[in-house]
């Protein structure tokens, strides 16, 4: 059991938007920043939104990130077959004894 | 560009302890703006923090496996270890070492410190078996 909760998939057909969700507490997304990660098939994740809505060098304006409270949403737009893959969401948790990073269950991704 | 590559045996014996190597390279370990992880994903499943370590020394570790877990840096290396003893099955998993980034926040009397992943390794997979 994930201590931050995500769907377990979200499907779109291509060209269309999908968001994903990202649920927590007040001693995680409540009082932290929310970073997002990407996992193509048979790769490592990759950063993708930190800061809860900044994107990396390299990184399309079709991705976005936004927070409000203790939940966070990665948004895509303008779908691509190659952005199927497992979306995370995390973030620091203060209520760990002293401190420790937590995840969501990832979200499956299909562009169909 | 800052690159991380895991090392280390692929198969450990039950009861045993698993020792992976992270290697830095385009990049000094000894900067002060970042932390040093270590994450695990078994097949299938979502990723699992386990610890990560500062320039220093300094650890966090996830509570879940605090007492079988440690972390530790050589900097004259560029390079940052994860021993985890008594291993079962469960621990069979992909390890990942990521480099975690230091966002510092001024507040009014204090400062706030936030992270973030921004480098990973391509992860080195390791199975626990007889």
């Known amino acids: 059991q994930s201590v931050l909760t995500q769907p377990p998939s979200v499907s779109a057909a291509p060209g269309q938007k999908v968001t994903i969700s990202c649920s927590g507490s007040s001693s995680n997304i409540g009082n932290n920043y929310v970073s997002w990660y990407q996992q193509l098939p048979g790769t490592a994740p990759k950063l993708l939104i930190y800061?809860?809505?900044k994107r990396p060098s390299g990184i399309p304006d079709r991705f976005s990130g936004s927070k409000s409270g203790t939940s966070a949403t990665l948004g895509i737009t303008g779908l691509q077959t190659g952005d199927e893959a497992d979306y995370y969401c995390?973030?620091?948790?203060?209520?760990?004894?002293?401190?420790?990073?937590?995840f969501g269950g990832g979200t499956k991704l299909t562009v169909l | 560009q800052v690159q991380l590559q895991e090392s280390g045996p692929g198969l450990v014996k039950p009861s045993q302890t698993l020792s992976l190597t992270c290697t830095v390279s385009?990049?000094?370990?000894?900067?002060?703006?970042?932390?040093w992880s270590w994450i695990r994903q078994p097949a299938g499943k979502g990723l699992e923090w386990i610890g990560r370590i500062y320039t220093s020394g300094s650890t966090n570790y996830n509570p879940s496996l605090k007492s079988r877990v440690t972390i530790s840096v050589d900097t004259s290396k560029n390079q940052f270890s994860l021993k985890l003893s008594s291993v079962t099955a469960a621990d069979t998993a992909v390890y990942y070492c990521?480099?975690?980034?230091?966002?510092?926040?001024?507040?009014?009397?204090?400062?706030?410190?936030?992270?973030?992943?921004?480098?990973w390794g391509k992860g080195t997979t390791v199975t626990v078996s007889s």
């Open positions: 800061e809860n809505n």
């Open positions: 385009g990049g000094s370990i000894s900067s002060g703006s970042y932390y």
């Open positions: 990521a480099r975690d980034r230091i966002v510092v926040v001024p507040a009014a009397s204090d400062y706030y410190y936030y992270y973030y992943m921004d480098v």
């Open positions: 995390g973030t620091w948790d203060s209520s760990l004894s002293a401190g420790g990073w937590v």
